[in-house]
């Protein structure tokens, strides 16, 4: 009832006639274009396969701050540019097969499907996942580090985890990721908090209907406030606070069928790329607290972080973080030069 998306006229102009992911109305092409999504172009498998390269990024990353130790540096800045290095090399780059080849499959003859894409609708596709892989992701990195800042305690634990799960394991890589219970906690948090899209994508209802008592006329356009839902405190425990341990021992997950969490929508309309956007968030939050510990410049308290919001494709902090990195464990090409 509520699948299909409200107009808009940005993303008529920007995605081709809302031709992409995100905005596609509802019907067959949508259909469509969702199967060759979680089917071909961000299945398990793909994701998997771009292992290397986010690997590859991550370890640049900590090669480029390693350089810098003991300067302030703007971490923003970096964990942007990393991780749309990130999706531009899972795009364009010269993998086995590369998200646009995975595409072009369908641009002649549909590959088996309905329709086949045109050059446009491949455009429109890459922009979402440019849009909805690599900011959104970005955004969560810089959140979750900036609240463990703000949360020294937190950065402590999680840091302990990463290092004795890395150093057990004998290699430092994404295969020990999941074995990082509360680091995968403070992911969680960090998204209930701060959810980079508050108020997911605008749905349009397809027939007349009531909810709560309120009629809801055929073809209205209704947000739901994701970050709200996330705060609310007839669901969580103190919800203004930053508490990775209340995802320790819980079932809730990013499936969207806990309506109380749902950082990535829920229903038909679910964001296809959960698997694809956590692999960017997960490697380099585990590398900077691996490689690292952290402090802020010019002798700032941790309690001085400003944590204020600033609108944008996705919701940033509104000031850059700034931090000081001081070398734990430095990379090899950092040891080889000692």
């Not at 071909?40 to 590859?56: C, D, H, N, Y």
């Not at 947000?223 to 320790?248: H, K, Q, S």
Request: aromatic share 10%; glycine share 6%.
């Amino acid at each position: 009832m509520f699948a299909s998306r409200s107009p808009l006229l940005a993303s008529t102009i920007m995605s081709y006639g809302s031709t992409n992911i995100a905005f596609a109305p509802y019907g067959d092409y949508w259909r469509q274009l969702r199967k060759i999504c979680t089917l071909e172009l961000l299945s398990p498998k793909r994701v998997q396969g771009f292992r290397p390269i986010r690997e590859e990024e991550a370890m640049n990353l900590i090669e480029w701050i390693a350089l810098r130790e003991g300067s302030p540096i703007n971490l923003t800045e970096e964990i942007y540019s990393s991780t749309y290095t990130v999706t531009s090399r899972a795009a364009f780059g010269e993998a086995e097969e590369n998200l646009v080849d995975v595409l072009l499959k369908f641009h002649e003859r549909g590959n088996g499907f309905e329709f086949s894409l045109t050059t446009d609708n491949i455009k429109a596709v890459i922009l979402d996942i440019f849009g909805a892989g690599s900011e959104t992701s970005a955004t969560a990195v810089d959140w979750a580090m900036s609240e463990m800042i703000k949360n020294p305690r937190i950065m402590k634990i999680a840091q302990d985890e990463v290092r004795e799960v890395f150093n057990t394991k004998g290699r430092v890589d994404e295969t020990c990721i999941r074995e990082m219970k509360y680091l995968n906690s403070v992911i969680k948090e960090t998204l209930r908090l701060h959810p980079p899209a508050p108020l997911l994508l605008p749905r349009e209802c397809r027939e007349s209907c009531e909810i709560n008592g309120y009629e809801i006329p055929v073809r209205t356009k209704v947000i739901v406030n994701g970050w709200a839902i996330g705060r609310d405190p007839n669901y969580w425990t103190e919800p203004e606070i930053f508490y990775p341990e209340r995802f320790l021992d819980s079932s809730i997950d990013y499936k969207g069928t806990n309506f109380e969490y749902i950082p990535f929508g829920s229903g038909r309309r679910i964001c296809p790329g959960i698997s694809y956007g956590l692999a960017n968030v997960e490697l380099p939050l585990a590398f900077l607290l691996y490689h690292f510990d952290w402090k802020l410049p010019n002798g700032k308290n941790h309690e001085d972080l400003d944590m204020t919001e600033a609108f944008g494709i996705a919701v940033r902090r509104k000031e850059d973080l700034h931090l000081i990195p001081i070398p734990y464990h430095p990379p090899p090409t950092q040891k080889s030069h000692e």
